[in-house]
């Protein structure tokens, strides 16, 4: 069982309609992190969140909004998607940033298609 | 830039075979690596993580290695079952981002 939850698990969404991913953990882990996943390649990183505070923004399209509420949830807020935004959105966690014995811990992803 | 780059991209074996996959990385500057494996349309599992200043890490019939200085690491699978079919992907950490990846192994254990 995974240690960290998203929801929600599949999303189809219109290009004009507001969405959000959630992602939660109770791990008491204080980076976390969006990544995108295209069909047959690897994760790209989105955002980092350490310690509620955005660390790092991979230059994302301002239609990608992240929002870090507590030190457990971190949301992922969507407007006026495109079509080629369809992926699988990975959310992952550590205990902190940059530390060399910390692994990531990776959610199932919430897979997400744009009508 | 750091790239990571995974050989090869496909693999298929019988089952009971040993397996080895590679992972190089061209900045040597990290914090640690992960291997990971990803089934389809799921979620990433963490396998192994090597420290910078480790040489290996081992669970159960996975071994992995990291020589930093010439930006290598290779995972292991002693034993190879069917249920290891799966994509195998390895990822850096290194200061100012977070996980930079390779493509992956794809590896196909047939029974």
């Known amino acids: 069982d995974t240690e960290v939850t998203q929801t929600p698990k599949h999303l189809v969404m219109g290009m004009t309609n507001k969405k959000s991913l959630k992602c939660e953990q109770h791990m008491g882990h204080r980076a976390m992190y969006w990544y995108k996943q295209k069909a047959k390649k690897p994760p790209e990183l989105m955002f980092v969140y350490s310690y509620e505070k955005l660390s790092i923004n991979e230059s994302v399209p301002s239609r990608f909004s992240p929002e870090c509420p507590n030190s457990s949830l971190l949301n992922l807020h969507l407007h006026a998607l495109q079509p080629e935004d369809s992926a699988l959105y990975l959310c992952?966690?550590?205990?902190?940033?940059?530390?060399?014995?910390?692994?990531?811990?990776f959610g199932d992803g919430t897979r997400l298609s744009i009508l | 830039k750091q790239e990571v780059t995974q050989i090869p991209a496909a693999l298929s074996v019988p089952e009971g075979e040993n397996l080895v996959l590679n992972c190089s990385f061209t900045d040597s500057a990290i914090y640690n690596l992960q291997w990971f494996r990803q089934d389809p349309g799921k979620g990433l599992t963490s396998l192994l993580l090597?420290?910078?200043?480790?040489r290996e890490q081992t669970s159960g019939r996975l071994n992995a290695s990291l020589d930093k200085s010439s930006g290598r690491s290779t995972l292991y699978i002693a034993a190879s079952q069917p249920g290891d079919s799966a994509t195998y992907l390895c990822a850096v950490n290194q200061a100012g981002t977070a996980l930079i990846f390779g493509k992956g192994t794809t590896l196909s254990v047939s029974s």
């Open positions: 992952a966690s550590s205990q902190e940033l940059g530390v060399g014995n910390q692994p990531q811990h």
């Open positions: 090597i420290q910078s200043s480790q």
